[in-house]
């Protein structure tokens, strides 16, 4: 199971302003009927445990019964139906996909609020590349979402153009749109921005203050259409997470209402004005008060508060410039260049370090885990990780059986307060990871088993350096595999939990959140 670390705001269940009747419950018998018809049609797939299903059901509730008679939202429950979402590959809860003619189009990433589910809806009404007139044109340059329109006359490059159009649309949550119209009909806009026949306007998102752009059709197209679609520097919330956390994001904490943190975004909107439709990274900013752990564990201690943050795997840039537009928009250039260097926390380099579990911190993980003449088993823990408590005994004992074997080392690094390198983060609770000696490049995570004996044989598999296992380690099966566990609500990680893929042994958390 893939589990990435990504935004998923804890908030409180509200009452839903709908009628829950408006939304569609699936089982195996009624799913095929349902999906093969030309309306689109919206299916959860949840479980009942899923504290993030629970949250988002007055919001689907209210979305259901605003569109109704026009799409269909329905539930899948994924506990029950297991066949169904086996055959969608349904491996995190809550999980949206966009069904039309009984097949899959797209899988849903928008925000988990009303209003998202709402505008992704009426514009999978639309087709993906939609003639418009001059009329059309005068009123999309009125309307706040962005617009994407090629100038006509190019059949090759509206058929490329089309293709890019599927593939990024699902992204854009309903903040943007795809067209095509002649040139007379797009006067207004190539006065805007000069096009020709195969090539693209793009007007990002915003009304009085939109941008417009003249694009050829490219790869990077599809970057640049979420650019576009993006507000220029929006609140990053429990509601516009998942708008924000597939794109790397340069992010400024502040607290509403102080002046000094208001006059701060003025110069963070001016900076990502300089950057806007480039599709590489976004602007947002963070409720400072509310979500004061998630800029603790990035460790921002400056101020103005600003890093970019790269959500797939936690690897964070923090801004320590003169704080002006031009020099936060040189700072982000420079990171899209490949230029700038991750930040890594680390906690204090222990004054010994002796005992049989080798104590890992941010500073010395070259040292002790990349250290190529030794085979190295590395565990990075949560304090507060049951299963890293459970752990613990067997862990030490394992450290203790092999402490005359010079070539391995056995150790553990507090992921709470230090950070291992951007390729080998954690994405749960414990990350096991085996880095052989002499093949630093080629780690193996540990899935196996959790007792000595078995962390032994895989180490006599794995290491460079044959060992004897020593007598009386215990049965194989004294203990069975647990699967990693999900950050809890009192860090960062459980104020940002992962937005995409919940897993029923986080039922326990989820049900203390509530």
């Known amino acids: 199971m893939k589990l990435l670390y990504t935004f998923a705001f804890v908030g409180l269940l509200g009452l839903a302003l709908g009628d829950a009747e408006d939304v569609l419950n699936l089982s195996k018998e009624n799913f095929t009927e349902t999906i093969k018809g030309d309306i689109p049609t919206l299916v959860k797939f949840y479980a009942p445990w899923c504290g993030h299903c629970k949250k988002m ?77 001059k009329d059309g044109i005068a009123d999309l340059m009125k309307d706040e979402k962005a617009a994407f329109v090629m100038i006509s ?18 992204g854009l949550a309903g903040n943007g749109a795809f067209y095509k119209a002649s040139a007379a009909d797009a006067e207004a806009l190539i006065a805007k921005s000069k096009a020709s026949a195969g090539q693209v306007i793009v007007k990002t998102f915003g009304d009085d203050d939109a941008d417009y752009s003249t694009v050829d059709v490219s790869e990077e197209l599809g970057d640049i259409c979420k650019g576009a679609a993006t507000p220029i520097f929006g609140e990053l919330s429990r509601d516009t997470a998942q708008t924000y956390i597939e794109s790397p994001c340069v992010i400024l904490f502040a607290e509403p209402g102080n002046a000094k943190h208001d006059d701060q975004k003025k110069v963070m909107t001016a900076a990502a004005k300089q950057l806007r439709g480039n599709g590489k990274v976004l602007f947002a900013w963070i409720d400072a008060k509310e979500l004061g752990s998630f800029k603790d564990q990035l460790g921002v201690t400056a101020d103005p508060a600003i890093a970019i943050v790269e959500f797939d795997g936690l690897t964070k840039y923090l ?186 042994g986080d039922e326990e958390e989820d049900e203390e959140e509530l």
């Open 57 to 133: 059901v007055p919001a689907y509730i209210e979305a259901a019964t605003e569109l109704k008679g026009k799409v269909i939202l329905a539930d899948v429950d994924a506990t029950i139906e297991k066949d169904l979402a086996q055959e969608y590959g349904i491996q995190g809860f809550p999980t949206l996909k966009l069904f039309q003619g009984g097949k899959m189009i797209q899988d849903y990433s928008g925000g988990r609020d009303r209003k998202s589910i709402v505008n992704f809806m009426v514009d999978a009404l639309r087709p993906i590349l939609s003639e418009i007139t």
């Open 319 to 504: 801004f320590e410039e003169e704080f002006t537009a031009d020099a936060v928009a040189a700072w982000a250039k420079k990171y899209i260049a490949g230029e700038l260097t991750p930040n890594l926390k680390s906690a204090p380099k222990p004054e010994k370090n002796d005992e049989p579990v080798k104590i890992v911190v941010g500073s010395t993980w070259e040292e002790l885990v990349m250290d190529d003449t030794k085979d190295v088993l590395v565990e990075q823990y949560a304090p507060w990780c049951g299963h890293c408590k459970k752990l613990a005994p067997v862990y030490d004992e394992l450290a203790s059986v092999l402490s005359d074997v010079e070539s391995i080392v056995i150790a553990k690094m507090d992921a709470t307060e230090n950070d291992a390198p951007p390729p080998h983060a954690a994405k749960g609770y414990p990350t096991l990871t085996f880095f052989p000696a002499g093949k630093k490049d080629k780690p193996i995570p540990y899935n196996g088993g959790r007792t000595v004996r078995e962390f032994a044989e895989f180490l006599q598999k794995n290491c460079g350096t044959s060992f004897e296992l020593p007598e009386g380690l215990g049965s194989a099966e004294a203990d069975a595999p647990e699967e990693e566990e999900e950050p809890e609500d009192d860090d960062y990680e459980g104020e940002y939990e992962d937005y995409e893929d919940e897993e029923e």
């Open 153 to 170: 006359g190019d059949e090759a490059k509206e058929a490329e153009f089309e293709k890019i159009a599927r593939a990024a649309k699902g």
